[in-house]
């Protein structure tokens, strides 16, 4: 009898033990799989604020080129030959704005394309208007000589208007931080 015991013993502590192992693996495999879950989802967390960070920056970029880019109207005006005004073509900054749009914010491309097309018009209404015979009166003079230049210069205004407007409705998207 005693060695009934015993062998109902010995048998007790295998299964035991052989439980034991099985619990210890199983919460060590518990535990990797949280590991990894944790790691995937702060890499997933540190991946959008990165990308929001960019956005942002990107989208500030855009704001501060576009702002620049009315440097180019006084620029213009000050012209007094026709070289002069051939080398002041609307700004370049104009093409990255529009990158920008297309890789980030196609919501504002639009007003963009608009922007930039309205500059090229006067540009062009610019170049045509221009008289090398005016000795010394430079492009803005003989622009504001002309009763169309206020139009120009209204239709020019306002699609530069309605650009920031589109910019400033959209910024609370890009400026979370």
């Known amino acids: 009898m005693l060695q009934f015991e015993l062998d109902q013993h010995k048998k007790m502590a295998d299964v035991t033990s052989t439980n034991g192992i099985w619990i210890g693996g199983i919460l060590a495999l518990s535990g990797t799989i949280v590991g990894l879950i ?16 960019l956005v942002r920056e990107k989208y500030e970029e855009m704001a501060h080129l576009i702002s620049s880019s009315l440097a180019w109207y006084p620029q213009l005006a000050k012209c ?15 093409r990255k704005i529009l990158t920008l749009c297309i890789l980030y914010f196609p919501e504002v491309k ?25 000795a010394g009166l430079n492009l803005g003079i003989q622009a504001a000589m002309r009763s169309e230049n206020l ?5 020019l205004t306002a699609l530069r208007q309605r650009l920031e407007n589109t910019i ?8 979370k931080v």
């Open 168 to 175: 400033e409705k959209n910024a609370p998207k890009y400026a």
């Open 151 to 155: 139009e120009k210069t209204r239709v």
């Open 80 to 94: 007094k030959t026709l070289d002069e005004i051939a080398s002041t073509p609307p700004p370049l900054e104009l």
């Open 110 to 134: 639009n007003d963009v394309v608009e922007y930039w097309n309205g500059m090229s018009l006067f540009y062009n209404w610019s170049v045509d208007i221009f008289s090398p015979n005016m």
């Open 38 to 53: 944790g790691a995937f989802v702060n890499s997933q967390i540190e991946r959008r604020a990165k990308r929001q960070q």
